[in-house]
């Protein structure tokens, strides 16, 4: 499976202030994440961050030609893309979206299905596997449960617990 080069990161869902600052909703790791990045995507087209802080859970950017309100009015509501060229992540961290559509094979049941969702709940990840007969599987993402993610060779490997 070819890996987008291009991840959607967060959205833009209002402005801040009067000099043209943008307030952006991550949808990644969080806006201490997002912040390091130099340069996002927005249509395409790359912009320059001039700044960024966080602010409570969101990022506030000011891009690079956004020099009011007014301009930053019209960035409400896009979706801003990271290139993951310029991403950094932890030994052993994944994009959700590289390894959504995988094979999940339990250690003793064999294979259960395909990695549909991760949900991101208060305490903690839960993956969401469709059974091949459209039936749920919820695994808590937690090296208990997660024995192996291995996006090159296209599978995630399972402990699972007895259960109905």
């Known amino acids: 499976m070819e890996k987008k080069r291009f991840l959607e990161c967060g959205k833009i869902v209002n402005t801040h202030g009067i000099r043209g600052e943008v307030k952006i909703q991550p949808w990644c790791d969080g806006p201490d994440f997002l912040k390091k990045f130099k ?3 927005l249509d395409g087209e790359a912009r320059r961050v001039l700044s960024a802080r966080v602010h409570k859970d969101c990022l506030i950017v000011l891009f690079e030609g956004v020099a009011d309100v007014n301009e930053a ?3 409400k509501n896009k979706v801003v893309f990271l290139d993951r060229e ?3 992540l932890p030994k052993g961290s994944y994009f959700i979206q590289d390894i959504l559509g995988l094979p999940v094979v339990d250690e003793a049941r064999g294979e ?7 949900l991101d709940m208060p305490a903690g990840n839960i993956y969401l596997v469709r059974g091949p007969k459209g039936e749920e599987h919820l695994i808590p993402a937690v090296p208990e449960f997660i024995k192996e993610i291995d ?3 296209g599978r995630i490997t ?5 259960g109905r």
């Open 39 to 41: 340069t996002l995507y």
């Open 73 to 75: 009015m019209g960035l």
């Open 86 to 88: 310029d991403a950094k």
């Open 112 to 118: 259960l299905g395909v990695l549909e969702d991760v």
């Open 151 to 153: 996006p090159e060779a």
């Open 158 to 162: 399972v402990k699972t617990i007895e």
